[in-house]
């Protein structure tokens, strides 16, 4: 019963279009599961991809998306621990090698032979999905498959970002670019984890969906406050700043002012990867302060299956819209505006 052919989203060149056509079925390899998407998340990540932003080239043809919740409808002979019918998630790490160094030590996005889902691999942006079975998403059949798929990238990616950002319950965190879609779950992770958030964003859809529905204490508009560095730091209790900053904006700006707000002893957190950006920092403050200033990448499988157990609880409730697979473009287009308030999530049957 499963199909010869099926509906895809695929990029030829880099730059696009995304073109929604018929393209055929692939066979899991033995160690690979081939999974129905039922549903799939569109970070910004894919709006690179097509666009060719950063300094790692693409395959081409491309079938993007690497937040893709289904259901395992074929697996090869070495797979023993997925089954036949399992919820299970692609995630942006599709497979590594187990072996190198870091591999070893649970650092698999670190792993120099990593697949990665929709971007030197195929994607979920097709009905049935190809992954390595070792590091396919374990979903259980109590979770919602659209409500979920954001999870297997951008919540992975916040829960980590947090974690490495040192917080402890009780502390506050600014979260840059608050109101997107790693943002809006990041608010939600850091309120799961204890923490007080400062949204920062802009607008005033993100501003409510901040400050009503996902928990932050105060909301900061970039683009309407005349100085980002004293409103953030006069957000925090005793005006000293915040003591983490989570960085998820796509715009090289915040990633040179965060430095100068964080607090004493403080962490920023680098997630976002705009096109060609730089970190900047001033010297003395970066050393008379303490502060740390570290990149955070995806998660291992550990840390998947810790993010996807705070969704299992519910404990993570973000904001998503669902549309058709074929509508991918659209969304593309509303993204590079900023208009999206949350996650976008696609229906693979439309
Ligand atoms: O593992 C990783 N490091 C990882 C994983 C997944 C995604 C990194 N990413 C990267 C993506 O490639 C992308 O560069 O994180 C970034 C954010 O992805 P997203 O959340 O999917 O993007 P979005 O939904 O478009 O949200 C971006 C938000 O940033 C705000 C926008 O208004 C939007 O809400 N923003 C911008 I652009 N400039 C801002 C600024 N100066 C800002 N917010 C605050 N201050
Ligand atoms: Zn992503």
Same mark, same amino acid.
């Given at each position: 019963?499963?199909?010869?052919?099926?509906?895809? @989203?695929?990029?030829?060149?880099?730059?696009?279009?995304?073109?929604?056509?018929?393209?055929?079925?692939?066979?899991?390899?033995?160690?690979? *599961?081939?999974?129905?998407?039922?549903?799939?998340?569109?970070?910004?990540?894919?709006?690179?991809?097509? $666009?060719?932003?950063?300094?790692?080239?693409?395959? &081409?043809?491309?079938?993007?998306?690497?937040?893709?919740?289904?259901?395992?409808? #074929?697996?090869?002979?070495?797979?023993?621990?997925?089954?036949?019918?399992?919820?299970?998630?692609?995630?942006?790490? $599709?497979?590594?090698?187990?072996?190198?160094?870091?591999?070893?030590?649970?650092?698999?996005?670190?792993?120099?032979? !990593?697949? /990665?889902?929709?971007?030197?691999?195929?994607?979920?942006? @097709? @009905?049935?999905?190809? #992954?390595?079975?070792?590091?396919? !998403?374990?979903?259980?059949?109590?979770?919602?498959?659209?409500? *979920?798929?954001?999870?297997?990238?951008?919540?992975?990616?916040?829960?980590?970002?947090?974690?490495?950002? %040192? !917080?402890?319950?009780?502390?506050?965190?600014?979260?840059?670019?608050?109101?997107?879609? /790693?943002?809006?779950?990041?608010?939600?992770?850091?309120?799961?984890?204890?923490? =007080?958030?400062?949204?920062?964003?802009?607008?005033?859809?993100?501003?409510?969906?901040?400050?009503?529905?996902?928990?932050? +204490?105060?909301?900061?508009?970039?683009?309407?406050?005349? $100085?980002?560095?004293?409103?953030?730091? +006069?957000?925090?209790?005793?005006?000293?700043?915040?003591?983490?900053?989570? &960085?998820?904006?796509?715009?090289?700006?915040?990633?040179?002012? !965060? +430095?100068?707000?964080?607090?004493?002893?403080?962490?920023?957190?680098?997630?976002?990867?705009?096109?060609? +950006?730089?970190?900047?920092?001033? *010297?003395?403050?970066?050393?008379?302060?303490?502060?740390?200033?570290? %990149?955070?990448?995806?998660? $291992?499988?550990?840390?998947?299956?810790?993010? /996807?157990?705070?969704? =299992?609880?519910?404990?993570?409730?973000?904001?998503?819209?669902?549309?058709?697979?074929?509508?991918?473009?659209?969304?593309?287009?509303?993204?590079?505006?900023?208009?999206?308030?949350?996650?976008?999530?696609?229906?693979?049957?439309?």
């Amino acid at each position: 019963e499963i199909p010869k052919k099926q509906w895809a @989203q695929v990029i030829e060149k880099t730059g696009g279009p995304v073109e929604y056509k018929e393209i055929d079925v692939q066979q899991p390899g033995p160690d690979e *599961v081939l999974i129905n998407i039922k549903y799939s998340g569109v970070c910004h990540t894919d709006l690179h991809a097509v $666009n060719g932003d950063w300094p790692l080239p693409t395959k &081409l043809p491309l079938v993007g998306g690497h937040e893709g919740a289904g259901v395992v409808v #074929a697996r090869g002979e070495l797979v023993k621990d997925v089954e036949i019918g399992d919820y299970a998630g692609v995630k942006w790490i $599709n497979g590594t090698c187990l072996a190198c160094d870091f591999c070893q030590q649970a650092d698999e996005p670190l792993c120099p032979k !990593a697949l /990665l889902s929709g971007y030197t691999v195929d994607g979920s942006f @097709q @009905q049935y999905c190809i #992954a390595k079975a070792a590091h396919v !998403a374990r979903l259980t059949k109590d979770m919602d498959l659209a409500a *979920v798929a954001p999870v297997l990238c951008a919540g992975i990616t916040v829960y980590k970002g947090l974690k490495e950002s %040192g !917080a402890r319950p009780g502390q506050t965190v600014a979260i840059v670019g608050a109101g997107g879609g /790693l943002g809006s779950l990041a608010q939600q992770y850091a309120k799961a984890m204890g923490l =007080r958030v400062i949204a920062i964003d802009t607008g005033d859809e993100k501003k409510k969906m901040s400050i009503e529905q996902l928990g932050a +204490a105060e909301f900061v508009d970039f683009a309407k406050s005349e $100085n980002v560095v004293k409103d953030v730091q +006069a957000a925090t209790e005793d005006g000293l700043g915040p003591h983490a900053v989570i &960085l998820v904006a796509v715009n090289e700006k915040p990633f040179q002012q !965060a +430095a100068e707000y964080v607090r004493p002893r403080g962490t920023v957190v680098c997630i976002g990867l705009p096109a060609g +950006a730089y970190l900047r920092a001033p *010297v003395f403050e970066t050393v008379i302060k303490m502060v740390t200033i570290r %990149g955070s990448y995806v998660g $291992n499988r550990k840390d998947s299956a810790e993010a /996807l157990d705070f969704f =299992r609880r519910g404990l993570i409730k973000a904001p998503f819209k669902v549309v058709g697979l074929s509508e991918l473009q659209s969304v593309y287009d509303k993204m590079v505006k900023g208009e999206i308030a949350g996650r976008y999530v696609l229906d693979t049957t439309k």
